[in-house]
Structure formats: C-alpha cells, structure tokens
T-cell receptor
C-alpha cells in the first residue's frame, strides 16, 4: 500500500466501549498528526508527533489517548466517549514539521451511540 | 494564527477555468500561502503553496498579489473530479515560534462543477 492508510474506515461504539483507531504511513515521513472534523465545523488539530515524540496536544480531553510506537504508525485510543465526539478522524503525515505539505488518510467515520 | 477569508461557495462549468479567491490581509512576511482541497468522503489533499511569486504545478496555478494580501487559486480546466472544498491556509515560515507546521483550516470554498 502507498500513502496514508487508516483503519477502520467506519466505527460505531457505545459510550462505555474502548476502541482504537489506527493510522499507518508508507511515505517514510517523520511527523504524524491526528485531526478531528465534526459536521459543519473546520478541521481541528488534535495531536502532533515528530520522531515518535508528542509535540502538540491541542487541549484534547483525556478520553482520547494517542500512541506513536514508531514513525510509521499512529494510534488513537478511545474510551468513555460522548455522542458529541462523533466525527471524522483524520490522520496525516509529513516529512518533517518544518514547512512540508501534509498527506492525509481517508479518515475513520466514528459514531458514538 | 493569521486568518483567511474565502467565499462559501462557487460554481463552474466543466472545461472552463476557475478562479478561487482568498483574502489574507493580516499575512506576515514569513507566512506561506497553502491550498488544500477535500473531495467528498476523502481526507484533504495538498494542492499548491507559495510565498511571493506565482507558482504552477500539475494541479493548479497560484497567483499572489504584489502586496500579498490576497491570492487566487486557478484551475485551468475544471473537471467533475475537481468538485471539492478548497481551503486557503496561511502557514508560518521559519521564524514563527515553532508553529510553522500547523495547518489551521477554515470553512473553505465549496466548488461545484457543472457538466
């Protein structure tokens, strides 16, 4: 596979469930990002990792827990979510943090019931 | 973050050129102008970026005003596959307090292409 892949593409979970979103990039990039896109709202940056180290947490609630085991993989662990957390979660990567374009995955459509 | 202003929507006909405007009157000297687009049911896709000079690539052209307070993304021949939301984003240059990786998305311009 090439580019940025995300699994699953769709996820429905209850408020008491625990689930994880996975992102993998096949581009040899060093920086990875999680974004949230709610209905009728602009994309919001959630987390940034550079060389596996978290460099940004954009005031995201602790029920979202990111993990970056290596530069190619990024996870978003979800627990006790709220219905308002239903959104499209997008992963992106870039060569580095400085000035390079970001490549986005297709996203995971999350519905919290 | 410096802000951009774009029309909410625009309409074009297939095979015709499209000019998508963006105003960024508070742009700083080190801000780059980036354009991304998001096709239906997909993640955003990089289109083009520039600093001062006009830029061309296989996807589009970027025309930047001399005072840099506005720019225009030009699609030379729109196709149905160009129907998307187009985002104009200012991104800090090398000396912007370490935040130059941030892409702050606005609402963008929804481009409709008529057959």
């Amino acid at each position: 596979e090439t580019g940025v892949t995300q699994t699953p593409r769709h996820l429905v979970m209850g408020m008491t469930n625990k689930k994880s979103l996975k992102c993998e990039q096949h581009l040899g990039h060093n920086a990875m990002y999680w974004y949230k896109q709610s209905a009728k709202k602009p994309l919001e940056l959630m987390f940034v990792y550079n060389f596996k180290e978290q460099t940004e947490n954009n005031s995201v609630p602790s029920r979202f827990s990111p993990e970056c085991p290596n530069s190619s993989h990024l996870f978003l662990h979800l627990h006790t979510l709220q219905p308002e957390d239903s959104a499209l979660y997008l992963c992106a990567s870039s060569q580095d943090l400085v000035g390079y374009e970001q490549y986005f995955g297709p996203g995971t459509r999350l519905t919290v019931t | 973050d410096a802000k951009t202003t774009q029309p909410n929507s625009m309409e074009s006909n297939e095979e015709e050129p499209v000019h998508l405007p963006c105003n960024h009157s508070t742009i700083s000297g080190t801000d780059y102008i980036h354009w991304y687009r998001q096709l239906p049911s997909q993640g955003p896709e990089y289109v083009i970026h520039g600093l001062t000079s006009n830029v061309n690539n296989r996807m589009a052209s970027l025309a930047i005003a001399e005072d840099r307070k506005s720019s225009t993304l030009i699609l030379h021949r729109a196709t149905l596959r160009d129907a998307a939301v187009y985002y104009c984003i200012l991104r800090g240059g090398g000396d912007s307090g370490g935040s130059n990786y941030k892409l702050t998305f606005g609402k963008g311009t929804l481009l409709t292409v008529n057959p």
